[in-house]
């Protein structure tokens, strides 16, 4: 990717691990351009599905908090538009797993995919041998002295995923 190149960092929260059974309750997305953040997005989602009692703990997303957020059908034409608008690429931590619910429950809802190229910071941390034992979100947060005040909530992961991308340019780059 050219050094000016956008990329869309994105992080999802949902229901579960199975992007065929489970849905999205939540989506952070910062954009990165020339070495800076550009923008930033998120929303709630209303799943419409029950969220387990065990991922309102982990995220904080209560069933109450989505009620009356709009669902994915409705609001995915607007998350696809924050996306691609200008993107190289799609960033993420494990962005496999993000990108395989967004595009699962487009095509569920009847709408075209997503295709951009992916960039993942947990691949990345590998191929970079950072001395981390473990190539987590929370890891790599810690080994870069990046603040994060809402673990587990989608702008906060996806901001701190994006900070994450800008040390590994900078260590690329010089």
């Known amino acids: 990717l050219p050094s000016n190149s956008t990329i869309s960092v994105i992080d999802i929260e949902t229901t ?4 065929y059974n489970n849905r999205i309750t939540e989506i952070g997305i910062v954009k990165i351009t020339s070495g800076k953040i550009v923008s930033e997005y998120s929303t709630l989602i209303n799943p419409e599905q029950f969220i387990p ?6 995220t904080g ?5 989505v009620y009356g957020k709009p669902t994915f059908r409705e609001i995915y034409p607007e998350i696809k538009k924050h996306i691609e608008s200008g ?4 960033g993420g931590h494990n962005v496999s797993f993000d990108y395989r619910f967004v ?3 487009a095509l569920r809802n009847g709408y075209k995919q997503i295709t951009l190229p992916s960039l993942c910071t947990c691949r990345l941390a590998r191929r970079l041998n ?14 870069y002295g990046i603040k994060r005040t809402r673990i587990h909530r989608a702008l906060d992961d996806a901001r701190a995923t994006a900070a994450i991308f800008l ?5 690329m780059i010089n």
């Open 16 to 19: 579960g691990l199975s992007a």
């Open 53 to 58: 009692p065990y991922i309102t703990q982990m």
């Open 61 to 65: 997303i209560t069933n109450e908090l």
């Open 87 to 90: 993107s190289a690429a799609l």
């Open 103 to 105: 595009n699962t429950s």
């Open 130 to 143: 950072l001395p981390v034992h473990s190539k987590s979100l929370d890891n790599l947060s810690k080994f």
């Open 167 to 171: 040390h590994f340019f900078d260590k």
